[in-house]
């Protein structure tokens, strides 16, 4: 029971670079979110997905891009990496709109 | 703009004691309500909820007060062990938002 996984868990990118971060949650559940956590800024949501192929902007959603072509996938991209994207990043999901959710193990990245 | 705040990023408390942390939030339209706790290098984990139709929830030795005159709750933790150390998020939505808005965290340490 995997539950919510995080892909890398790890990385460090250069300024510029892009990547990809991938959620995967094998509960069925709906509804999909990426969160940053920083220093004194607590968890802010980035973009999040009310069902498949549906995506939405949060709160902080520039710089970040998402997809969600499968219900059990959430992917999070970075086209040009900046510093201030340094920070970890949580996925979660669950399976009612009200209900609480389940995190991933997060990533923590670093861009230098 | 902070809708969810929790204005003491830390506290620390004796063993066996009551712990109490707080969370304000300003936006009248949350109707349910999630305390999360967070270990290093892992995921918040889900701890307990409340309604806006309640003022009081209780799971063991965890319980909820919500005071929405005051946009106010409150977690009350009896009594404390170490292994409740960590971080605690709160969270609010307003149904048919889709997103939870978390507080900034507080680092609580139970002392042995």
């Known amino acids: 029971n995997a539950g919510v996984t995080q892909t890398p868990k790890f990385r460090v990118l250069k300024t510029g670079q892009s990547m990809t971060l991938l959620c995967a949650q094998d509960m069925n559940h709906e509804y999909m979110y990426w969160y940053r956590q920083d220093p004194g800024m607590g968890l802010r949501l980035i973009h999040y997905s009310v069902g498949e192929g549906t995506t939405a902007k949060g709160e902080v959603p520039d710089g970040y891009n998402v997809s969600r072509l499968k219900k059990q996938n959430f992917l999070l991209g970075l086209e040009s990496a900046a510093p201030s994207q340094t920070s970890v990043y949580f996925c979660a999901s669950t399976d009612r709109a009200n209900y609480g959710y389940t995190f991933g193990s997060g990533t923590r990245l670093t861009v230098v | 703009d902070q809708q969810v705040k929790q204005n003491s990023p830390s506290l620390s408390v004796q063993e066996g004691r009551i712990s109490i942390l707080n969370c304000d939030y300003t936006?009248?339209?949350?109707?349910?309500f999630l305390w999360y706790k967070k270990y290093p290098a892992e995921g918040p984990t889900f701890l307990i909820s409340?309604?806006?139709?309640?003022d009081k929830n209780e799971d063991g030795r965890f319980t909820v007060f919500l005071n929405k005159s005051a946009k106010h709750l409150s977690l009350h933790i009896v009594p404390s062990q170490p292994g409740d150390s960590a971080v605690y998020f709160c969270a609010a939505i307003t149904s048919g938002t889709y997103k939870y808005i978390f507080g900034t965290g507080t680092r609580l340490k139970v002392l042995a």
């Open positions: 936006n009248s339209m949350f109707d349910y």
């Open positions: 409340i309604s806006s139709i309640k």
